[in-house]
Every structure is written in C-alpha cells, then in structure tokens.
C-alpha cells in the first residue's frame, strides 16, 4: 500500500512540474506580439505571404502565435476574397521602416485577454495599433488587430 501511495505522490508531483514547465515556456504578451511581428513583416518583405502559405513552418509559426479564431475568420475572409488591405497591418504596402522598427508598449492583462500597443516604424509612415491577445488556448496568441489610424 504504501509503495502505491509513493508512486500516486510521485507522479502528482511530475504532473505538476510539466504543467509549470509547459506554462514557463509561454512569452509574454508584448513578446508574443513583438515576436510575431518581426517575423511577418519579415516574410511579408521578401514577397512572402504566410496566411496564404502551404508551408508547414509557415502554419506552424502562425499557429504558434495567432488564435485559433482569428486564423479561421482570417482563412473565411481570404476565401471569399473579402480583404481591402493586409489584416495584421490594416495596409496595401509594407514599408522598410516598419520591418526595422516593431515597438510594443506593455498593456494590461485582465483574467485570459490582454491588450498592448504596437508602433511599426518611426518615421512618417509611422503606424500604432491596439493588439488583443487570448490565452485561453494555453499561451498567449493575437486575437484581434486594431489599427489607430
């Protein structure tokens, strides 16, 4: 009996260190927003488009930092050829300045939504936008895109 009630300890304990340890390895909202923009701005520059992507690092990458509602909506959007202009950036053309320069302003987090600020460039063609982010899907993932313009 007792060697059952040392394994049943032992393998609660292990359950919650690769809870903790799966939960340590989430970023931050602003590092998730910061992260992914890099990246996209990036792809979107070398003539690159992952939402349109079959590229399974393209899908993973997106997986990794977008809900799993905004990529539905988005891939609805895209079918029925119902976007004026690029959603994450809410513009036609992406500029050199705007790769360059991603800032992210810490935001408030209220129970599994959180909101930052995002700044792409620093010039005239400076743009700001509000971010909300999910983390109801275990790690924080961007949920809606809102450009201050």
């Known amino acids: 009996m007792k060697i059952t009630s040392f394994f049943a300890v032992m393998l609660f304990i292990a359950s919650i260190a690769s809870a903790n340890a799966a939960s340590a390895s989430c970023a931050s909202p602003e ?15 070398q003539d690159k488009y992952p939402l349109t992507s079959t590229a399974a690092k393209d899908k993973q990458n997106l997986n990794q930092w977008v809900s799993p509602e905004l990529l539905q909506e988005l891939g609805k ?9 690029e959603y994450f950036t809410d513009a036609q053309d992406i500029f050199d300045d705007w790769v360059n320069n991603v800032s992210v302003q810490k935001g408030e987090v209220a129970g599994h939504h959180a909101n930052v600020e995002l700044t792409l460039g620093v010039t ?12 109801s899907h275990g790690c924080w993932k961007i949920d809606q895109v809102t450009s201050k313009q």
């Not at 590092?31 to 520059?45: C, G, I, R």
């Not at 005239?124 to 983390?135: A, G, M, P, Q, S």
């Open 31 to 45: 590092k998730t927003t910061s992260d992914f923009y890099h990246w996209y701005l990036h792809e979107l520059n």
């Open 77 to 85: 959007s895209l079918s029925e050829n119902d976007l004026d202009a």
């Open 124 to 135: 005239k063609i400076k743009r700001d936008y509000d971010i909300t982010l999910d983390d």
